[in-house]
């Protein structure tokens, strides 16, 4: 570790803390997570190990890069790239309420997350802890990151898993019921943030987690501003649907007519990542731009 110098704490996580550090050889800023393994369980050192066995399998621009790990002083270091934007959560939550993004600034977002976790599952990865806190911004909040693998699963060839674990506001119904889960668990959970970028709410809270279960059983949550295209309600109510067999693969999403504008313009943007230039801003949903609320299309009754 010679050859970084500590800049500043920047938070603390389940079983350790991250920090900020200045790399001497070029003086890039990187994110050091650091984990005393002695005051962790076999349990937990297992998934120290998981996450860096996963980050070193992924290589994608909306992927927090993974660079080095190392055992100090019986601590395991884990270097990975710095997001500088913070994370999606405290970004829309400090937009402020009905500071809604348009939907060109969702879909710019939202398709960056699709790419992502297209190579994840690509990779037989399961991320299984989706949610906007684990996904990063860079400087311009134009640019995000999917992070935190520590419970992430590879799979073999075709199998699925059975653990339960992620966060409760994010868990799909096959999850609640403790059934077999594959991708499409992952799937439920980007409905989820897509919801939240939509309404700057979760989809999902209850008082109670038996509560907070059957809502999520139910699949009944608020609907989205009329804002919003009907392409756009449909496609939430796709990610969102209760049944897994009839909720889409990542690449059945990207293949969806909504997505394949923005998806062209990123295929265009995102080798140009590192140039300097002036980022583009998001923009807001003013009360006094609203247009007058659309018909939901046939068939779409659960958003209530």
């Excluded at 998934?47 to 980050?55: A, D, G, I, S």
């Excluded at 939907?103 to 976790?117: A, I, K, T």
Aim: some cysteine; proline content about 6%.
């Amino acid at each position: 570790m010679d050859n970084y110098r500590m800049v500043q704490a920047i938070g603390r996580g389940a079983y350790g803390n991250v920090y900020l550090y200045r790399r001497l050889s070029d003086n890039k800023a990187v994110v050091i997570k650091q984990l005393p393994m002695e005051s962790i369980s076999h349990e937990e050192c297992e998934l120290t190990k998981n996450e860096v066995r996963v980050l070193s399998m992924l290589q994608h621009p909306n992927i927090i890069e993974y660079y080095d790990n190392c055992l100090e002083n019986n601590t395991m270091m884990i270097v990975m790239e710095y997001a500088p934007g913070g994370n999606l959560y405290d970004y829309l939550r400090s937009r402020g309420e009905g500071n809604l993004l348009q939907e060109e600034d969702v879909l710019h977002l939202f398709c960056q997350l699709l790419l992502g976790m297209q190579h994840i599952h690509e990779s037989n990865i399961l991320h299984r802890d989706i949610k906007s806190n684990n996904i990063l911004l860079d400087r311009s909040q134009r640019i995000v990151k999917i992070g935190d693998f520590g419970i992430s699963k590879i799979l073999s060839s075709k199998s699925k898993a059975h653990t339960v674990v992620g966060t409760p506001c994010y868990l799909s119904p096959e999850l609640c019921q403790e059934k077999p889960y594959n991708q499409k668990s992952d799937v439920w959970a980007l409905g989820c943030v897509l919801y939240e970028m939509l309404t700057l709410k979760r989809a999902f809270e209850a008082e109670t987690l038996p509560a907070l279960i059957m809502k999520i059983m139910r699949g009944i949550f608020a609907p989205i501003h009329p804002h919003y295209s009907q392409e756009m309600r449909g496609l939430l109510h796709l990610l969102l649907h209760t049944d897994a067999a009839q909720r889409p693969s990542i690449p059945q999403v990207l293949a969806q007519p909504l997505v394949f504008a923005p998806l062209l313009r990123l295929h265009t943007d995102l080798g140009m990542l590192h140039c300097a230039s002036r980022p583009l801003r998001l923009n807001s949903v003013g009360s006094e731009r609203l247009k007058s609320p659309k018909s939901p299309p046939e068939g779409q009754t659960k958003d209530r």
